[in-house]
């Protein structure tokens, strides 16, 4: 049976994933955390009652019904007139239908439980992570930490990470498939996602909401780190990186991939290809919700650093010129 | 604009730079040449396309023909055959889209030959072209030419407003074609979800092209299903009562219903994202208190409901040939409509399975997941039904039979990946992955085009009069299904490793072997389609061998096999009268099938009208003007069309008439022929000995 078949190749892929890739995870049949875990329990769950109820007696009848009942078959029985059997037509209906029921109620109760805005149970009290999209990178603001990136979403494994996301651009789509659900990023919106990681690794995390030209190099890698790995990588970052000031805003917020972002600001970027920025005002992320839900492209002065000596405060820049004007 | 700006940009915003070779000419690095060559080579087939049937017109004298014979024709049966001409025309392009499109992506690891902005071309137009200029003209052109007849019908309501709808579904088809040769299409998929396509973050001329092409065809649309279902509700013969009609004019009269309700909210859609565009509106911006969520409401409340009214002509097409080709009455008849209904009416309760990850709270997604669950229920009975149908049968495994077992396995698993998306947790993970993209090419290959395609074999006989070649109809089909099967089975495990659509590249090695997969499925069904060619070909050179002029090849069961092969253009001599369901088998099973009447009358049909192409001629001049601005060529076109509305509104001389004695002249004449042909038992049904009368076999008629 094709059913049958393509479950074996899901488990023959799911194990290779993890072994070709280098040790990014892709995907949330290889999850790594609570989430990812619960959605593919819930994918087996469904496509196993379908394979058994659904999918077996069509895949086991047609061929039989074809067959036995061939035109040069004249040993089976015709009976071209009949037309209606109360008693199949009660099952043909209530089939499917108590099929339906029993899958509503593992719908309802799924969709509750992993709701992405609901907060993940924990001792611990979730990290906030503000994410901007833009044209065409994401944006990860830490504003406990004071601290933001681009193309590195870190966060210590076994604690809730509790998402707040905007576009400052067109709509977009915020995914780490090996942690848990996507949700949309959208100008003038804030929406939420809760995710969390197990244990130490590397996930694959993208946007899946076609945006333009360099869609598919909006990609990033979600890290997980033990506890102290993470507190050593946020004194790192707010030791090594660049002051997330006017100017540098107005870069982030072109039209551009990270490559060519990293290209225009020199020097800035590690050497894992990606960009870390401190002295993040807590005000930035509202400020660019309202910025862009108002059609402005300044945003206010106490919503971006000022830590750069080199520069005079009145050096606020247009922060988008082509995303929020209309 | 003021009128000075018109005389100084008489061409609006038409210049060198929207030819396809033009960046290449002016930036000649290797990415624009390839691409340059690409575009320019596709343009040229349309050009050159053009040429030949051009000049194919002239030498043999054509155009008059062309014009008093097809273009201006109101008979149902013609307008119903070029529906389905350009049906195929489309097909063509579209499908050679997609094979671009996976050869691009089988090398996407490092980077492929493509450019994005080619890519996301290719993704917007094969999605536009497939939904509104394949699948929409194909259910329509076969809705045009057979559902009249099933109904015992000498045409449609309103015959000229048939083909005004006609020239508005070309004009769209056109654009888009035209937008090959001259300037880009939107890159905003087949959606459009504003506000990338917004002219602050689009300006040119792409999303234009894609508003104007989609609100004539989708003006066309509306105005077909009117007339559809104005046809069903009054021109039944008589003693054909709703519960007697065939089952595919029951699919029929839902997707007109669905076309009537559904396809107007498109058209608020692009009209609203127009304004936006061209005067600065802010109904889909960021800013200003536009929001683009409004246009994803609106989009996917026309957008879900059209799902099926592709789909319910597709299974009212397997529900006749099943019964067909099982020599058998269909199995729960009522059961059947009431599903049809059914599905109907949910389809408008689902939308917002489209964006179960914009944020909305748990009950919002939980109550319409379940929603999207219960669709289940009906289409399950369907399939029930059709097994049950061929149950105490006699199955023939003709070309239609094949694809319809093909149909009926693979829209099985593709239901089963549609329910797993109706779950949003599981949504969460698999929306906008190429998991989505194999789901809903599951339904819409195998349940659409199938489905178009088994209509096309199972009545081609009916519209010319000979049979389709089998042998190669048999290759196609398999192609059609083992290439369907390889060119999207990887699909839905690329999706679930977080392969997002519409990537033009990606950066996972582990991802190559299954996109080389689906790129060989993909040439798989590009076979399939020439070998689809290849059997018209074969089968008009040899169509004096196949001819079928009594009218009735596969022992057919309803009114539309009463007729001969082709039909007269007023379908029947005398308006039949119904006693039952499947009339046709009933009077070929009480032996009173063929009969001439004492009397004929004189029949009254509509005269030919200009309405439909000149209609379809405005539309487009307004389409192209308004994509490029050419204001002079707006405001023309406009009161062009206004004038021609009035000039029709004079026209009194409508209808002329087929005199009593000439009908009963062809029809007594076919009757003879009939009564010459040797009845052939289903042995022999593809042979050249069926000239399409068949021998009593019991075919069973419900009491």
Redesign the interface.
């Given at each position: 049976m094709i059913s049958a078949g393509r479950w074996l190749v899901l488990s023959a892929v799911v194990p290779m994933l993890a072994a070709c890739t280098g040790n990014l995870h892709l995907s949330f049949l290889d999850p790594q955390g609570p989430v990812a875990a619960a959605q593919r329990w819930h994918f087996f769950e469904v496509l196993g009652i379908m394979a058994v109820l659904v999918a077996g007696p069509i895949f086991l009848l047609l061929p039989f019904f074809a067959w036995r009942y061939r035109y040069g078959n004249k040993a089976s029985r015709y009976a071209p007139r009949w037309e209606f059997s109360r008693l199949l037509e009660i099952m043909a209906w209530s089939g499917p239908i108590v099929i339906v029921v029993v899958l509503s109620f593992i719908l309802w109760r799924d969709t509750h439980r992993l709701d992405p805005y609901k907060p993940l149970a924990s001792d611990q009290t979730p990290l906030r992570v503000q994410v901007i999209g833009y044209d065409w990178k994401w944006l990860f603001i830490y504003p406990d930490q004071g601290i933001a990136s681009i193309g590195m979403l870190a966060m210590p494994a076994g604690r809730p990470v509790s998402m707040q996301i905007t576009s400052a651009t067109v709509m977009q789509s915020l995914f780490i498939p090996a942690l848990g659900s996507q949700i949309y990023a959208m100008g003038g919106m804030v929406t939420r996602l809760n995710l969390e990681a197990d244990r130490p690794g590397r996930f694959l995390g993208e946007n899946t909401m076609y945006n333009g030209n360099g869609f598919h190099q909006q990609h990033f890698t979600a890290a997980g780190m033990t506890p102290d790995d993470f507190s050593a990588w946020v004194q790192n970052v707010r030791a090594h990186g660049t002051p997330l000031d006017a100017r540098t805003l107005q870069l982030v917020a072109g039209r551009s991939t990270r490559a060519a972002l990293i290209d225009a600001l020199p020097g800035k970027a590690t050497h894992d290809g990606n960009l870390y920025f401190t002295h993040v005002s807590e005000a930035l992320f509202p400020a660019v919700v309202q910025a862009t839900l108002d059609g402005r492209a300044q945003l206010p002065r106490s919503a971006l650093a000022h830590a750069d000596p080199d520069r005079p405060r009145s050096a606020d820049a247009p922060h988008s010129a082509s995303a929020s004007t209309p | 604009m003021s009128i000075a700006g018109i005389f100084e940009h008489p061409l609006g915003r038409l210049g060198p730079d929207a030819l396809p070779f033009w960046q290449m000419l002016q930036h000649p690095t290797e990415g624009n040449i390839i691409n340059g060559c690409v575009a320019t080579g596709a343009a040229s087939m349309v050009v050159i396309g053009a040429l030949v049937m051009v000049v194919l017109l002239t030498r043999y004298r054509r155009w008059g023909v062309l014009w008093s014979d097809w273009l201006t024709s109101p008979d149902h049966k013609k307008i119903g055959i070029m529906y389905v001409a350009i049906a195929f025309v489309m097909l063509a392009r579209a499908l050679i889209e997609a094979v671009l499109m996976r050869a691009q992506q089988a090398f996407g690891l490092s980077g492929g030959f493509l450019?994005?902005?080619h890519f996301?071309q290719l993704f917007s137009t094969h999605g536009t072209i497939m939904i509104f200029f394949m699948a929409m003209p194909f259910l329509t052109g076969i809705i045009n030419y057979v559902m009249p007849m099933q109904i015992g019908a000498r045409d449609v309501s309103f015959p000229v407003l048939n083909s005004i709808s006609l020239g508005l579904t070309a004009a769209g088809a056109g654009l888009v074609m035209v937008s090959l040769v001259i300037g880009k299409f939107s890159?905003?998929?087949w959606f459009g979800?504003p506000?990338?396509t917004?002219a602050?973050?689009s300006p040119g001329v792409g999303p234009d092209y894609w508003i104007w092409s989609l609100t004539l065809a989708s003006l066309g649309s509306t105005l077909t299903g009117i007339n559809f279902a104005v046809t069903i509700y009054k021109e039944r013969a008589p003693g054909m009562t709703l519960m007697r009609m065939p089952l595919f004019t029951w699919t029929a009269l839902c997707t007109s219903i669905l076309m009537i309700f559904a396809m107007p909210p498109l058209t608020v859609a692009t009209a609203q994202l127009a304004l936006d565009r061209y005067l600065?509106f802010?109904y889909f911006?960021?800013?200003?208190g536009?929001n683009?969520?409004n246009f994803a409401n609106l989009f996917w409340l026309f957008g879900h409901p059209e799902v099926y009214i592709l789909i319910l002509p597709s299974f009212g097409v397997f529900s006749e040939v099943i019964s067909t080709f099982?020599?058998?009455?269909?199995?729960?008849?009522?059961?059947l409509v009431m599903a049809t209904m059914a599905i109907t009416v949910l389809s408008f309760t689902v939308w917002l399975h489209h964006?179960f990850?914009?944020?909305q709270?748990?009950?919002m997604?939980?109550a319409f997941?379940?929603a999207s669950?219960?669709i289940?229920?009906p289409t399950?009975?369907k399939?029930?039904?059709w097994?049950?149908t061929?149950?105490?049968?006699?199955?023939?495994?003709t070309v239609p039979?094949v694809y319809s077992?093909g149909f009926?396995?693979l829209f099985?698993?593709g239901?089963?990946s549609g329910?797993?998306l109706?779950?949003?947790?599981?949504d969460?993970?698999v929306?906008?992955?190429v998991f989505l993209v194999a789901h809903f090419h599951n339904m819409a290959v195998p349940g659409v085009l199938f489905g178009m395609l088994v209509a096309y074999h199972f009545w081609f006989p009916k519209a010319f009069g000979f049979r389709l070649d089998e042998r190669w109809g048999m290759v196609s089909a398999l192609c059609w299904i083992f290439g369907f099967?390889a060119a999207f089975?990887p699909l839905?495990?690329l999706g679930?490793?977080?392969l997002?659509?519409?990537?033009?590249?990606?950066?996972?090695?582990?991802y190559v072997p299954l996109e080389w997969v689906a790129f060989l499925g993909a040439l798989l069904i590009l076979v399939a389609l020439g070998s689809l060619l290849w059997q018209l070909r074969v089968s008009i050179r040899h169509r004096d061998e196949n001819r079928v002029a009594a009218g009735d090849p596969w022992n057919g069961r309803s009114l539309e096999w009463a007729t001969s092969a082709p039909p007269p253009e007023y379908n029947f001599a005398v308006i039949p009268s119904v006693e039952g369901r499947d009339a046709f088998a009933r009077a070929k099973e009480e032996g009173c099938a063929y009969q001439s009447p004492d009397t004929y009358r004189d029949i009254e049909l509509p005269r030919n009208s200009a309405m439909g192409p000149v209609t379809g001629a405005i539309g487009f001049a307004l389409g192209f003007g308004l994509v490029w601005h050419i204001w002079w060529l707006v405001i023309l076109s406009f009161l062009a069309a206004v004038t021609t509305l009035i000039v029709r509104g004079f026209a009194r001389d409508t209808t002329r008439v087929v005199p009593a004695d000439e009908v009963r002249r062809e029809h007594l004449r076919w009757i003879a022929a009939v009564n010459a042909t040797t009845a052939v038992s289903?042995?022999d049904e593809c042979r050249p000995v069926n000239d399409g009368r068949a021998r009593y076999e019991?075919?069973?008629?419900?009491?």
């Open positions: - | 450019s994005p902005d996301a890159t905003g998929g979800y506000p990338f917004e602050s973050f600065g802010h911006t960021n800013a200003l536009g683009m969520m099982s020599g058998k009455v269909l199995y729960g008849y009522r059961s964006f990850t914009m944020g709270n748990a009950n997604n939980a997941g379940i669950m219960l289940g229920v399950g009975v399939i029930y039904d097994m049950l061929m149950f105490r049968g006699r199955v023939r495994f039979m077992f009926i396995l099985v698993l239901g089963m329910i797993l109706a779950n949003p947790s599981v969460y993970q929306h906008n992955t099967m089975f839905y495990v679930v490793m977080g997002p659509r519409r990537t033009v590249a990606y950066s996972e090695a582990s289903r042995v019991a075919i069973g008629v419900a009491p």
